[in-house]
């Protein structure tokens, strides 16, 4: 499991006075068990500017991981000194790797189209009705027939001021099961303000040399979660309910705790259920456990994987 035994999530999306949590998973030894050791907000801190409190959290905690929910790298454009010639004509190799993977995804769709019209139109009107038997996985989002909304989304395109390949590769494999569950589609820089980047490439700074930083990401960790069963599709869906949100929550962390081993004290239990913010953080701590058991996906070198260091859970081993 390698020589770190903690793990810390921090959810940071959001404004500058927004409440922070700091979520610190633990594992003992002598017990064989995760405990969620810690989870504290910033400004119950007193005495503590917010950024030192962070600080101060990881030295006190020995924290050697640590995982947030926004990109740790930038899209192409960002440091290009190129004359740009636009987006569809990006010389860029990585943004040319992701455009033609795109365009081979919709050129098959379009073979398929024309050597099978008919064939294929009674599929787009099968898969355009709601059938009730079936399943979330029956296919992922780049397999044939694509979806309207997937094929959308591609003929959209990529944009390397917006998108990092990375996107193309959650969009792929998640994109179909990420708008159901979620209305939403994953884009890096979609919810992500310059503040909190700013911010972070700051407080970063400041952090011990050894802390490993990480990218999670709330939504597809609990795609993964759903994916294995551990929940059920109407503890996602309850979760956007203003009723039913707090005993959507409770029900989900109930039932992380007992698949995955990880004991919470009931005021933590408490506050990560009533606290939206506190829910993330706790997610974002739960995927950097599955990293420090080897048990995330592997994402191919196209993506850049050692900058962006992003971490899809796997939950089925």
Same mark, same amino acid.
């Given at each position: 499991?390698?020589?770190?035994?903690?793990?810390?999530?921090?959810?940071?999306?959001?404004?500058?006075?927004?409440?922070?949590?700091?979520?610190?998973?633990?594992?003992?030894?002598?017990?064989?068990?995760?405990?969620?050791?810690?989870?504290?907000?910033?400004?119950?801190?007193?005495?503590?500017?917010?950024?030192?409190?962070?600080?101060?959290?990881?030295?006190?905690?020995?924290?050697?991981?640590?995982?947030?929910?926004?990109?740790?790298?930038?899209?192409?454009?960002?440091?290009?000194?190129?004359?740009?010639?636009?987006?569809?004509?990006?010389?860029?190799? /990585?943004?040319? *790797?992701?455009?033609?993977?795109?365009?081979? %995804? +919709?050129?098959?769709? #379009?073979?398929?189209?024309?050597?099978? $019209?008919?064939?294929?139109?009674?599929?787009?009107?099968?898969?355009?009705?709601?059938?009730?038997?079936?399943?979330?996985?029956?296919?992922?989002?780049?397999?044939?027939?694509?979806?309207?909304?997937?094929?959308?989304?591609?003929?959209?395109?990529?944009?390397?001021?917006?998108?990092?390949?990375?996107?193309?590769?959650?969009?792929?494999?998640?994109?179909?099961?990420?708008?159901?569950?979620?209305?939403? /589609?994953?884009? *890096?820089?979609?919810?992500?303000?310059?503040? %909190? +980047?700013?911010?972070? #490439?700051?407080?970063?700074?400041?952090? $011990?040399?050894?802390?490993?930083?990480?990218?999670?990401?709330?939504?597809?960790?609990?795609?993964?979660?759903?994916?294995?069963?551990?929940?059920?599709?109407?503890?996602?869906?309850?979760?956007?309910?203003?009723?039913?949100?707090?005993?959507?929550?409770?029900?989900?962390?109930?039932?992380?705790?007992?698949?995955?081993?990880?004991?919470?004290?009931?005021?933590?239990?408490?506050?990560?259920?009533?606290?939206?913010?506190?829910?993330?953080?706790?997610?974002?701590?739960?995927?950097?456990?599955?990293?420090?058991?080897?048990?995330?996906?592997?994402?191919?070198?196209?993506?850049?994987?050692?900058?962006?260091?992003?971490?899809?859970?796997?939950?089925?081993?």
């Amino acid at each position: 499991m390698g020589q770190s035994r903690n793990i810390a999530g921090m959810s940071m999306k959001g404004g500058r006075k927004d409440n922070f949590f700091f979520c610190l998973v633990e594992y003992y030894e002598s017990s064989d068990r995760w405990f969620l050791r810690s989870l504290l907000q910033v400004k119950d801190e007193e005495g503590l500017e917010g950024d030192d409190a962070i600080r101060s959290w990881i030295e006190d905690y020995k924290v050697n991981q640590l995982v947030v929910d926004f990109p740790l790298t930038w899209p192409e454009c960002h440091a290009c000194q190129l004359d740009c010639p636009g987006s569809k004509l990006c010389p860029v190799d /990585s943004v040319v *790797s992701v455009r033609d993977r795109v365009e081979a %995804i +919709l050129d098959e769709d #379009s073979n398929i189209h024309t050597r099978h $019209p008919k064939e294929y139109e009674r599929s787009r009107v099968s898969d355009d009705e709601f059938d009730m038997g079936r399943g979330m996985w029956d296919k992922e989002s780049h397999e044939h027939l694509l979806s309207r909304s997937f094929k959308r989304r591609l003929k959209k395109g990529f944009l390397p001021y917006w998108n990092r390949s990375v996107d193309f590769w959650i969009w792929k494999y998640y994109y179909d099961q990420y708008l159901d569950l979620f209305k939403s /589609s994953y884009d *890096s820089f979609g919810n992500t303000s310059l503040m %909190i +980047l700013s911010r972070f #490439s700051y407080l970063k700074r400041h952090f $011990p040399k050894n802390i490993e930083l990480y990218e999670g990401n709330v939504n597809l960790t609990l795609i993964e979660l759903l994916r294995s069963k551990i929940l059920l599709n109407r503890d996602i869906y309850n979760m956007g309910d203003i009723e039913a949100g707090i005993e959507a929550r409770l029900d989900i962390i109930k039932k992380i705790e007992a698949k995955l081993n990880i004991f919470i004290y009931d005021h933590d239990l408490e506050l990560i259920v009533k606290n939206p913010r506190a829910f993330d953080s706790f997610i974002l701590a739960v995927t950097g456990q599955r990293n420090l058991l080897d048990k995330v996906r592997k994402i191919p070198e196209w993506t850049k994987p050692s900058l962006t260091r992003l971490l899809v859970p796997n939950f089925s081993e």
